[in-house]
C-alpha cells in the first residue's frame, strides 16, 4: 500500500514537499517513481528513483526544480518540489516497480497510491 501526503495549494515560485509512505511489502525491493496527472491530459512521469538512491532519473520539465529522495528504514520516498509553475499543477501519484532500473515508463509500475492535488496559483 502507498499513501501519498503533502500536496495543497501554492503560490508560483514556492515550494512543497510530497511524501509516499510504503507498506506491506519489502519497501528496498523497488524502485520507487513520482507521477503526475493534470485535468484532461494524460498521466505523465516526473521522478524516480534507485532501490538504494543512489541514482535518480527526472522529467525534463522538472529538472533542476525537483528532487527525489527516499528513506528505506522509514519506507518513505519524497519529491521535493521547487520554483513551482502554474504548470505544475496535477494530482501526483507515487508508484511502485519491480523494474531493474529506475524506469519513465507506467506501465512498468506494479503498485500506485491514491494521488494527491497540487495547485499552483499565478
Known amino acids: 500500500q502507498l499513501q501519498a501526503s503533502g500536496g495543497g495549494l501554492v503560490q508560483a515560485g514556492g515550494s512543497l514537499r510530497l511524501s509516499c509512505a510504503a507498506s506491506?511489502?519489502?519497501?528496498?525491493?523497488?524502485?520507487m517513481g513520482w507521477f503526475r496527472q493534470a485535468p484532461g491530459k494524460e498521466r505523465e512521469f516526473v521522478a524516480a528513483?534507485?532501490?538504494?538512491?543512489?541514482?535518480?532519473y527526472l522529467a525534463d520539465s522538472v529538472k533542476g526544480r525537483f528532487t527525489i529522495s527516499r528513506d528505506n528504514a522509514k519506507n518513505t520516498v519524497y519529491l521535493q518540489m521547487n520554483s513551482l509553475k502554474p504548470e505544475d499543477t496535477a494530482v501526483y501519484y507515487c508508484?511502485?516497480?519491480?523494474?531493474?532500473?529506475?524506469?519513465?515508463?507506467?506501465?512498468?509500475?506494479?503498485?500506485w497510491g491514491q494521488g494527491t492535488q497540487v495547485t499552483v496559483s499565478s
Open positions: 508508484a511502485a516497480s519491480r523494474a531493474p532500473r529506475s524506469t519513465y515508463k507506467a506501465h512498468e509500475y506494479n503498485y
Open positions: 528513483i534507485s532501490w538504494s538512491g543512489g541514482s535518480t
Open positions: 506491506g511489502r519489502t519497501f528496498s525491493d523497488y524502485i
